[in-house]
């Protein structure tokens, strides 16, 4: 009996598999560098949570909404730079606007709104300073 065709068969599976089983090998290898890189990444946002949640109580709260209107950054940057409780029509002046009637109810309406959006206080009836 000739045994030589079936060793050939059986040489040329085990070359097949052994060719299959270094390029699973290689994958393997792959998937590994890769696992070990996605754990270095899940350990660093894990450390980030924690330093940003135990600095969570040191951040200045939000700022509240501010409408968008142009009025109202160059109204608080009047409050900003001033060292007091400040009036409607002190902030028209401050503003460059005329002081009509008009000018200067506008001008409360908007002090109005940002006492209550908890941006500015009214500290007496007309009277207007920026929350601390």
């Known amino acids: ?15 097949a598999n052994r060719v299959l089983a270094d390029d699973l090998r ?25 330093t940003v949640t135990g600095l969570a109580d040191r951040l200045p709260a939000a700022l509240p909404y501010l409408p968008e209107h142009p009025d109202y950054p160059p109204i608080l940057a009047v409050f900003n730079d001033a060292t007091g409780p400040l009036r409607a029509r002190d902030v028209c002046d401050a503003l460059d606007h005329e002081l009509l ?6 001008t409360r309406a908007k002090l109005k709104r940002l006492v209550k959006l908890g941006i500015l206080t009214e500290a007496d009836t007309g009277s207007f300073t ?3």
């Open 26 to 50: 290689t994958q393997l290898e792959e998937l590994q560098a890769r696992l070990r890189e996605a754990e270095t990444r899940l350990e660093h946002l894990a450390i980030t949570r924690k």
């Open 101 to 106: 009637p008009k000018n200067i109810e506008g």
């Open 1 to 15: 009996m000739n045994l030589q065709p079936l060793l050939d068969a059986l040489g040329i599976q085990e070359d």
């Open 130 to 132: 920026r929350k601390q």
